[in-house]
Each structure stands twice: as structure tokens, then as C-alpha cells.
């Protein structure tokens, strides 16, 4: 093997100059001293994954794929196999092989057809720069050019030339598309076997097609090993060897992966023979199926098109970017990227409002009004369950998304805060005025695109850092702080909280998984958008589901729609790269609380709760909603529980509906710490004398228990209790 290709150095390094002289029509002028240099030639461009897999190849603009090479920058067998297949007196000739001529006219002539040719390496380098009619005139022209051709360039270049200026078949031009093309790797890489397969090419392209006639190009590569072992260029071990090689040749690439990310990264990037990108085409590729199933799911409900994408939060780069749902679908708008394209991202703007309010001194504890409010502009807004729910807590508020809180919070500092906070994290898409939105701004009326949004939440990850997304691995990542590292925390802890969205979605929603995840859904207005949006540590996705054509979906909500798609990509990611619990920030203390007050619990508030506070946010007094009775408002608190208590249900217990029993069936059998006959009373409505059974009823429920004893009226404190589906 030393020895064949000491010869092929050897020949190459054989390179000579001839007398200059005119330059011909198709060659360098004058006025060039070389060939279309590697560097200078027009290439085509190959963008790749993280992994260095393909994504897609931009082709030259005559539309054929290049990757221009210099001599040295390919296998030493490939030259080698070349001149055994096309040009054995390469190094010996001035241009035209006069020898191969009277060949070719000999063996034609005897069989009555062209069977033969006698061109050389320069001449049909000549014919791939400049092609002319295959006539007897435009033989003569290319012969005459390829003198001077040879009088100008020496050896190695016209060599060189000519291995980056020939066709190799399915619009490769030259050996360094060609390489990458039929097997996958750069032209430096090509074994012997390999290097005789493609040298045997250009003789027909058509004819000795790799993948359309591997038996005929097999045929070819072992004439070409042949020569070479005749010749003395190979010995007996390499050519057996070579011939013993089995060859896989790469199956057609699609048209290309990842489209509307090439296209983001084609804008953003500089030309060259090859791209790198932050993508991973494997998690790319399962996302996009992720995504076709459940779209095949929603079918139903006139949902034709999603996207997704996922982020790495230590870097910001792009993992996955599936813009649609199939790209080649123009029924459907397949070639909009649903991942830049702004639409209306409904409730999922949320979490930035109570962040920006809990970094203003809101507590996670604290209570809202979830009430009928007006606005003198006719604004007048309403939950998503066209209900109201009285006093709830801050935590529950962003956890249930409800709306009414929601705008109660935004009003404390006024649309113009709230902008300014949302652009702080990215969401550029907002151009209008705080004026133009309004305060209904909180609830999604502005349009954001789905990657600004992802990034957004991305930073919520980081603790409140903020640094731009990166398609590119040499991007620049400057960061910023956008908010404190408590409110990111206390905003996670939420969305985190399964406990606290049961009230709305259930404890078995999509959002919960079987590991840290913060999540938040939103639903625009009539249904036309879905958006889903999540987070560990280490990643973040996000996801928006509705049609590019702006028509409504058939009552599709975030947590239906968007959220399984979330899901399922949550556990893809996961299966890839796992993820521990949420950093706690060192200003973080847990305390307890009333669980109805949202202060810290006195001595007859029904039991405490944790909650998660800043160290320079703590609650501030103590609860004041619990008093003691008038009878003892006297006596000095007690510290031991009432003289009467409830023993079933505990606070804060939580019962699930089960779907196969008739909810007829279903009841709490309430029950009291007393010997004696007690009265009760579920939700202030109480329940007939004697009876202590109480049909399951979703929502949150609160009971109480009293008596009669010797002539005084003995009540417990009230117990607070769900009830999910």
C-alpha cells in the first residue's frame, strides 16, 4: 500500500511548465496565470447539525452541488484512479494524446460505433469549462485549446482542474461534492476502492450512476483497479483488498431537513462550502413526528398545523426547530415558519406579570380578587371558565390562569411597565405603544412569535437572565439580567406546582410529568392559536398549534392542544438529556401561612400551609381574618385545637373524580372529632339534620362542622378541600 502511493505522490509531484502562449477560448486569459482556484470557485453550500450530519445543500447557481478542493486536500488514490480510468499518459502528453487518438479511431471504426475515445485529462477539462457541440469542429477546438491550455498551467493545476471542474453524476461538479454525495465523507477520506468507483464516473455519468446502475459502475471501478495492478501502480494485497471492499453508497438525501431553519440560518449566515449549526437533526427529526401525531389527534377539530422548537438554556442554542407541520403541504401553508411568525400568544404572557409584580414586594401568598371588574373603555374582562372564585391566592392565580387576578396585577404598575418588562425579555415582535394594547395586554392581545416567547421563558429558567438565541456556534451570547433571581424562582415554583393548577386542569394534565417542569398553556381569542410553553434547568421548549390561515380552531385550548404536544416532546428531551430539580436562590426561605389568609397563621387560622417567600419579601402581619369567637374574644388564645374539629377531610386534601363510577355514587363521608350528633355545612349550604354524606362536587370546597352543647354553639374552623375530574 506504501509503495502505490509513494508512485501517486510521485506522479503529482511530476508537474511541468511548457513555452507560454496564446490563451484559448475556455482557458485562463492572458491576463489569469491560473485555472478557477479552489478557493475563488464558485461552491455550493452544505449546512450541518452539531453533529456534522447534513441538513441541506444550497447548490452553486448553475444548480449543481460543489466543494472545490485543492490537490492536496484529496485522497492520493483518487488522482491515482483518475489516470487509470481516463488519461494513462496524463504526465507524458502536451494536451492531446495522439496515440489514444489513432486508438479510438481504430476501435470506433471496426465496430461501426463510437466504442472508444481518445480525450485527455486537459482536454476534457476544457469541454467542463467551456462546452461545445460534440461535432468534429468543436473535437479540433477543444484539442487546439487544450495545447494551450497546457502551455499555460502546469501538471497539478490542470489536474487539479479538472477533479473539481468534471461531473460526477446527480449534479455533483467535482470530487469533493462527489465524495460527499455517494459516501459521506470528505474527499480526503476516500479509500482505494472508493476513489476507483467515482474515477470511473465521468467517463457516463448517466451510465455508471452509483446508485441507479451499481452493477455497471461496479463493473468500471474493477476495469479501473485492473489497469491500476496491470500498470504496477497497485501490488497484489491492495488491489485484492480493494476489490473485496464492500462499498455503501449513501442513499438520496431528501430535499433537505430542517427547511424553514436552513432558511433562518441561510439569512443570518456567510456563504462558504460548509455551515455548521447548533441543530440536532435526531431530535429534530422525532420532534417533527411528535408534532404530525398529534396534529393527526386534533384532526377533528379543524386544526391543520403546529410548530415547536427547543432551546439550551446554559448556551441558548437552537436544538430543534420544527416550523411546520409539513413543509412541502401549500394547502395547508406549509413554507410559513411557525416558529418566527407572530400571532397572538394569549395567557402564556402571564408569568412575566407576576414576575415583575413579585419583584415590586407581591408575595406568592398574597390575595386577589377574582371578581367582576370594569373598565370605562367597555373592557370587562372574564375567566376562561366564565366563572368567578372569589379571593384567591397569587400562587393559584398564575397556576389556574386566571384572568381576572391576572389584570388586577398588571393594573398595580400600568400597561407601560408591563411592556417595558416584556421586551426586557426578548419579545421585540410588541412594536406597537403601551397606549395600543392596554392593560388587556397581560392576557395575550399583543402578537409575539413563538421562538421570542421560548427564549422568553428560557430566561425564566436561568433565574431571570436573558441572552439571545444562537443558530450558529460562533454567535456571540451576551447576557442580561432582566429579573432577580427570587421572582424567576417563585414564578418556577408555580408553574411547577402541579398541586396548585389541579383546580383548573386536574392533577393528571399534560403538564404533569414525572420530573421538574415548569409549563404554562395560553388560548387566543375564538381559539385561533394554542401555545404551550416549558421548562427544566438545562432546556426549554415551546409550542403553538392553529392554522396559518388565521381561521379558529373547533374548541382547542392550550391544555388540549398544545400541552400534549409539550408533553411528549418534555419526555423525547428528557429521554436525551435528564434534568434535576430547580436551583433554590439563597435570598429563598419557605414559611408557613394561613391557607385563607395568606398572612402568617395566628392561632384559630384552620391549619398552615408552606410558602416559598424572598428574604427581603416575607409576609408582613399576621392573619387578621381569624378571630376568635365573641363569647371568648377575652380569653387568651388558645393553644390547643378547638373543642370541636373536623377529622375527615384534613386541609388541603385533594379527591379525584373516578370516570368509571356514576358521580352519583361518589360522596365524602364528612366526619368530626365529637362523640355527639354534629351539623354540617359545605360551602355555607347546610347539609340535612343527621346526615353526613356529601356528593362530590369539582372545585374547591370548604366544611365545617358545629353543636349544641349545654346550650352554647360549638363550631369548628373550616376545612379547605378539592375536588378534580
Same mark, same amino acid.
Given at each position: 500500500m506504501s509503495r502505490a502511493r509513494g508512485l501517486a505522490l510521485l506522479l503529482l509531484a511530476g508537474s511541468l511548465w511548457l513555452p507560454a502562449g496564446a490563451a484559448p477560448? %475556455? @482557458?485562463?486569459? +492572458?491576463?489569469?496565470?491560473?485555472?478557477?482556484?479552489?478557493? %475563488?470557485?464558485?461552491?455550493?453550500?452544505?449546512?450541518?447539525?452539531?453533529? %456534522?450530519? +447534513? &441538513?441541506?445543500?444550497v447548490l452553486a447557481q448553475e444548480g449543481e452541488s460543489r466543494s472545490p478542493v485543492r490537490l492536496e486536500e484529496v485522497s492520493p488514490w483518487m488522482p491515482l484512479a483518475t489516470l487509470a480510468a481516463e488519461d494513462r499518459r496524463f504526465f507524458s502528453h502536451a494536451g492531446v494524446d495522439l496515440r489514444a487518438v489513432a486508438r479510438a479511431l481504430w476501435q470506433n471504426a471496426r465496430s461501426g460505433r463510437r466504442v472508444s475515445g481518445g480525450s485527455t485529462l486537459s482536454e476534457q477539462l476544457v469541454r467542463a469549462l467551456h462546452p461545445r457541440p460534440r461535432t468534429w469542429g468543436g473535437k479540433l477546438a477543444?484539442?487546439?485549446? @487544450?495545447?494551450l491550455l497546457e502551455t499555460r498551467q502546469d501538471k497539478r493545476e490542470i489536474l487539479e482542474g479538472y477533479l473539481n471542474e468534471v461531473s460526477y453524476g446527480n449534479r455533483c461538479r467535482g470530487i469533493g461534492a462527489a465524495a460527499r454525495e455517494y459516501f459521506g465523507v470528505p474527499a480526503s477520506e476516500l479509500t482505494l476502492a472508493q476513489s476507483a468507483l467515482l474515477a470511473g464516473v465521468p467517463k457516463s455519468p448517466k451510465r455508471y450512476d452509483p446508485r441507479r446502475y451499481p452493477e455497471a459502475a461496479a463493473v468500471r471501478q474493477r476495469r479501473v483497479l485492473e489497469r491500476m495492478r496491470e500498470w504496477g501502480w497497485l501490488d497484489a494485497d491492495s488491489h485484492r483488498l480493494a476489490r473485496a471492499e464492500k462499498l455503501k453508497v449513501e442513499p438520496r438525501r431528501a430535499a433537505f431537513a430542517a427547511p424553514q431553519f436552513t432558511e433562518y440560518v441561510l439569512r443570518r449566515a456567510e456563504r462558504g462550502a460548509v455551515i455548521d449549526t447548533t441543530l440536532d437533526a435526531g431530535l429534530q427529526e422525532r420532534l417533527q413526528g411528535v408534532l404530525a401525531k398529534n396534529l393527526e389527534r386534533l384532526a377533528g377539530h379543524q386544526v391543520t398545523n403546529g410548530a415547536a422548537v427547543v432551546l439550551d438554556n446554559a448556551t441558548g442554542d437552537i436544538l430543534a426547530w420544527v416550523g411546520s407541520a409539513d413543509f412541502n403541504d401549500p394547502r395547508h401553508q406549509g413554507q410559513v415558519d411557525g416558529v418566527t411568525a407572530p400571532r397572538q400568544p394569549g395567557s402564556a404572557l402571564k408569568p412575566f406579570a407576576y414576575g415583575l409584580a413579585l419583584s415590586l414586594g407581591a408575595r406568592a401568598s398574597d390575595l386577589l380578587r377574582d371578581e367582576p371588574m370594569h373598565f370605562t373603555n367597555g373592557f370587562s374582562p372574564k375567566n376562561y371558565d366564565e366563572t368567578f372564585h372569589g379571593p384567591v391566592r397569587l400562587?393559584?392565580? &398564575?397556576?389556574?390562569?386566571?384572568?381576572? +387576578?391576572?389584570?388586577?396585577? @398588571?393594573?398595580?404598575?400600568? @400597561?407601560?411597565?408591563?411592556?417595558?418588562?416584556?421586551?426586557?425579555?426578548?419579545?421585540e415582535s410588541l412594536r406597537e405603544s403601551a397606549d395600543h394594547y392596554g392593560i388587556g395586554l397581560v392576557l395575550g392581545n399583543g402578537e409575539v412569535s413563538l421562538l421570542e416567547l421560548t427564549n422568553a421563558y428560557a430566561a425564566l429558567a436561568r433565574g431571570g437572565v436573558w441572552m439571545p438565541v444562537r443558530a450558529l456556534p460562533g454567535e456571540a451570547a451576551a447576557a442580561r439580567r432582566v429579573l432577580d433571581r427570587e421572582s424567576a424562582f417563585i414564578v418556577t415554583d408555580i408553574l411547577a406546582d402541579n398541586a396548585a393548577r389541579a383546580g383548573a386542569f386536574g392533577l393528571n394534565s399534560p403538564l404533569h410529568l414525572p420530573f421538574p417542569f415548569a409549563a404554562k398553556t395560553g388560548t387566543s381569542k375564538d381559539y385561533r392559536d394554542n401555545w404551550a410553553l416549558g421548562y427544566t434547568p438545562e432546556w426549554t421548549i415551546g409550542v403553538w398549534v392553529g392554522n396559518f390561515d388565521g381561521q379558529p380552531m373547533r374548541r382547542v385550548s392550550g391544555i388540549s392542544g398544545a400541552a400534549p404536544v409539550l408533553r411528549d416532546a418534555a419526555l423525547l428531551v428528557y429521554e436525551r438529556s435528564a434534568s434535576g430539580p430547580f436551583p433554590v436562590p439563597a435570598g429563598i426561605r419557605e414559611l408557613e401561612v394561613c391557607p385563607e389568609s395568606g398572612d402568617q397563621p395566628g392561632p384559630w387560622c384552620p391549619g398552615a400551609m408552606r410558602e416559598v417567600f424572598a428574604k427581603k419579601h416575607p409576609p408582613a402581619r399576621v392573619c387578621s381574618l381569624h378571630r376568635p369567637p365573641v363569647e371568648i374574644a377575652s380569653v387568651p388564645a388558645p393553644r390547643r385545637p378547638a373543642l370541636l374539629s373536623v377529622e375527615f377531610p384534613q386541609p388541603g386534601d385533594v379527591f379525584k373524580i373516578d370516570p368509571a363510577t356514576p358521580l352519583g355514587a361518589q360522596a365524602l363521608r364528612l366526619r368530626a372529632a365529637s362523640e355527639e350528633s354534629v351539623a354540617w355545612t359545605v360551602d355555607g349550604v347546610a347539609l340535612p339534620p343527621g346526615e353526613a354524606w356529601w356528593a362530590l362536587r369539582p372545585g374547591r370546597h370548604r366544611a365545617a362542622a358545629?353543636?349544641?352543647?349545654?346550650?352554647r354553639l360549638l363550631q369548628s374552623r373550616p376545612v379547605h378541600f378539592l375536588v378534580v375530574r
Amino acid at each position: 500500500m506504501s509503495r502505490a502511493r509513494g508512485l501517486a505522490l510521485l506522479l503529482l509531484a511530476g508537474s511541468l511548465w511548457l513555452p507560454a502562449g496564446a490563451a484559448p477560448q %475556455g @482557458a485562463p486569459s +492572458p491576463g489569469q496565470s491560473r485555472l478557477p482556484s479552489a478557493e %475563488g470557485a464558485q461552491t455550493s453550500t452544505e449546512i450541518r447539525d452539531r453533529y %456534522g450530519r +447534513p &441538513l441541506r445543500t444550497v447548490l452553486a447557481q448553475e444548480g449543481e452541488s460543489r466543494s472545490p478542493v485543492r490537490l492536496e486536500e484529496v485522497s492520493p488514490w483518487m488522482p491515482l484512479a483518475t489516470l487509470a480510468a481516463e488519461d494513462r499518459r496524463f504526465f507524458s502528453h502536451a494536451g492531446v494524446d495522439l496515440r489514444a487518438v489513432a486508438r479510438a479511431l481504430w476501435q470506433n471504426a471496426r465496430s461501426g460505433r463510437r466504442v472508444s475515445g481518445g480525450s485527455t485529462l486537459s482536454e476534457q477539462l476544457v469541454r467542463a469549462l467551456h462546452p461545445r457541440p460534440r461535432t468534429w469542429g468543436g473535437k479540433l477546438a477543444e484539442a487546439f485549446d @487544450a495545447l494551450l491550455l497546457e502551455t499555460r498551467q502546469d501538471k497539478r493545476e490542470i489536474l487539479e482542474g479538472y477533479l473539481n471542474e468534471v461531473s460526477y453524476g446527480n449534479r455533483c461538479r467535482g470530487i469533493g461534492a462527489a465524495a460527499r454525495e455517494y459516501f459521506g465523507v470528505p474527499a480526503s477520506e476516500l479509500t482505494l476502492a472508493q476513489s476507483a468507483l467515482l474515477a470511473g464516473v465521468p467517463k457516463s455519468p448517466k451510465r455508471y450512476d452509483p446508485r441507479r446502475y451499481p452493477e455497471a459502475a461496479a463493473v468500471r471501478q474493477r476495469r479501473v483497479l485492473e489497469r491500476m495492478r496491470e500498470w504496477g501502480w497497485l501490488d497484489a494485497d491492495s488491489h485484492r483488498l480493494a476489490r473485496a471492499e464492500k462499498l455503501k453508497v449513501e442513499p438520496r438525501r431528501a430535499a433537505f431537513a430542517a427547511p424553514q431553519f436552513t432558511e433562518y440560518v441561510l439569512r443570518r449566515a456567510e456563504r462558504g462550502a460548509v455551515i455548521d449549526t447548533t441543530l440536532d437533526a435526531g431530535l429534530q427529526e422525532r420532534l417533527q413526528g411528535v408534532l404530525a401525531k398529534n396534529l393527526e389527534r386534533l384532526a377533528g377539530h379543524q386544526v391543520t398545523n403546529g410548530a415547536a422548537v427547543v432551546l439550551d438554556n446554559a448556551t441558548g442554542d437552537i436544538l430543534a426547530w420544527v416550523g411546520s407541520a409539513d413543509f412541502n403541504d401549500p394547502r395547508h401553508q406549509g413554507q410559513v415558519d411557525g416558529v418566527t411568525a407572530p400571532r397572538q400568544p394569549g395567557s402564556a404572557l402571564k408569568p412575566f406579570a407576576y414576575g415583575l409584580a413579585l419583584s415590586l414586594g407581591a408575595r406568592a401568598s398574597d390575595l386577589l380578587r377574582d371578581e367582576p371588574m370594569h373598565f370605562t373603555n367597555g373592557f370587562s374582562p372574564k375567566n376562561y371558565d366564565e366563572t368567578f372564585h372569589g379571593p384567591v391566592r397569587l400562587r393559584e392565580a &398564575l397556576a389556574c390562569s386566571f384572568n381576572i +387576578p391576572a389584570v388586577r396585577v @398588571a393594573e398595580r404598575f400600568g @400597561a407601560a411597565r408591563l411592556l417595558g418588562a416584556l421586551r426586557a425579555f426578548g419579545l421585540e415582535s410588541l412594536r406597537e405603544s403601551a397606549d395600543h394594547y392596554g392593560i388587556g395586554l397581560v392576557l395575550g392581545n399583543g402578537e409575539v412569535s413563538l421562538l421570542e416567547l421560548t427564549n422568553a421563558y428560557a430566561a425564566l429558567a436561568r433565574g431571570g437572565v436573558w441572552m439571545p438565541v444562537r443558530a450558529l456556534p460562533g454567535e456571540a451570547a451576551a447576557a442580561r439580567r432582566v429579573l432577580d433571581r427570587e421572582s424567576a424562582f417563585i414564578v418556577t415554583d408555580i408553574l411547577a406546582d402541579n398541586a396548585a393548577r389541579a383546580g383548573a386542569f386536574g392533577l393528571n394534565s399534560p403538564l404533569h410529568l414525572p420530573f421538574p417542569f415548569a409549563a404554562k398553556t395560553g388560548t387566543s381569542k375564538d381559539y385561533r392559536d394554542n401555545w404551550a410553553l416549558g421548562y427544566t434547568p438545562e432546556w426549554t421548549i415551546g409550542v403553538w398549534v392553529g392554522n396559518f390561515d388565521g381561521q379558529p380552531m373547533r374548541r382547542v385550548s392550550g391544555i388540549s392542544g398544545a400541552a400534549p404536544v409539550l408533553r411528549d416532546a418534555a419526555l423525547l428531551v428528557y429521554e436525551r438529556s435528564a434534568s434535576g430539580p430547580f436551583p433554590v436562590p439563597a435570598g429563598i426561605r419557605e414559611l408557613e401561612v394561613c391557607p385563607e389568609s395568606g398572612d402568617q397563621p395566628g392561632p384559630w387560622c384552620p391549619g398552615a400551609m408552606r410558602e416559598v417567600f424572598a428574604k427581603k419579601h416575607p409576609p408582613a402581619r399576621v392573619c387578621s381574618l381569624h378571630r376568635p369567637p365573641v363569647e371568648i374574644a377575652s380569653v387568651p388564645a388558645p393553644r390547643r385545637p378547638a373543642l370541636l374539629s373536623v377529622e375527615f377531610p384534613q386541609p388541603g386534601d385533594v379527591f379525584k373524580i373516578d370516570p368509571a363510577t356514576p358521580l352519583g355514587a361518589q360522596a365524602l363521608r364528612l366526619r368530626a372529632a365529637s362523640e355527639e350528633s354534629v351539623a354540617w355545612t359545605v360551602d355555607g349550604v347546610a347539609l340535612p339534620p343527621g346526615e353526613a354524606w356529601w356528593a362530590l362536587r369539582p372545585g374547591r370546597h370548604r366544611a365545617a362542622a358545629s353543636l349544641r352543647r349545654d346550650g352554647r354553639l360549638l363550631q369548628s374552623r373550616p376545612v379547605h378541600f378539592l375536588v378534580v375530574r
